[in-house]
C-alpha cells in the first residue's frame, strides 16, 4: 500500500503507521510505502525503525509518482483537520484517481471529498481502527471486480476536473458595456 505526500501530521501519517501495526495485511506481508517528505518524516521514520515492511522513499520525482500510484494495491491518504491545516482539496487523490492502480482511502476533510467524488473508501479522520479495517478490507476482502470498478470510478471522476474551466469559473468574463 502507498502514501504519497507530505510527511505531515495532518496528512494522517501518525494514524496510518498505527493501522499499519493493526492490519492482517501486514501480516501477509503486504508492505507500506511512505513516499515523500515533511516535517514528521524523521519522527515517523524512528517509529517504524523495527518495521522492515515499512519502507520510506524521500526522493520521489514527478516521473515517479504515477508509476508508485498505478502499481499500489491501496493508497492511503488519511488526512485530518489540524489546526494549522486543513486539506483544501487534495490534488494528490486526482492525481491517483488519473494513474489508476488499487483503490483510494481517505477521510472527507476539507476538499477530499471533491477530490474523489464516489470513487474511494471513506474512513473518518483520525480513526486508526478504522483505517486499519479498511485497507484490510480493500486489499484483502475485495474482489478484483470491484477494485476493478473503484479504479475505472476514480479515473472518471479525476478527467471531469478540467483546469481552463474550473480557471474560467473563477474568473468570469464580463460583458464588455458598448458606449453609444
Excluded: W
Excluded at 515492511?53 to 491518504?77: H, Q, R, S, W
Excluded at 477521510?107 to 481502527?129: K, R, Y
Excluded at 471486480?145 to 468570469?172: I, N, W
Amino acid at each position: 500500500m502507498l502514501f504519497l505526500s507530505r510527511v505531515a501530521r495532518a496528512k494522517g501519517i501518525y494514524d496510518l503507521v498505527m493501522a499499519y501495526g493493526q492490519m492482517e495485511a501486514r501480516e501477509r506481508g503486504i508492505k507500506l510505502v511512505v513516499a515523500g517528505t515533511g516535517p514528521a518524516l524523521d519522527h515517523v521514520q524512528a517509529m517504524a525503525k523495527e518495521d522492515e515492511n515499512i519502507i520510506f522513499l524521500t526522493d520521489v520525482d514527478d516521473d515517479e509518482k504515477p508509476l508508485l500510484m498505478n502499481g499500489c494495491a491501496a493508497y492511503v491518504l488519511p488526512t485530518k483537520p489540524e489546526p494549522d491545516f486543513v486539506e483544501t482539496f487534495g490534488i494528490a487523490l486526482a492525481e491517483k484517481g488519473l494513474a489508476g492502480g488499487g483503490p483510494i482511502i481517505t477521510a472527507l476533510t476539507g476538499g477530499t471529498g471533491e477530490a474523489v467524488g464516489d470513487a474511494a473508501v471513506i474512513v473518518e479522520a483520525g480513526d486508526v481502527a478504522g483505517i486499519a479495517a479498511a485497507v484490510d478490507r480493500v486489499v484483502l476482502e475485495m474482489s478484483a471486480e470491484e477494485r476493478r470498478d473503484l479504479e475505472v470510478r476514480a479515473r472518471v471522476h479525476a478527467m471531469t476536473f478540467d483546469r481552463g474551466r474550473v480557471f474560467d469559473d473563477l474568473f468570469p468574463v464580463k460583458s464588455a458595456v458598448v458606449a453609444a
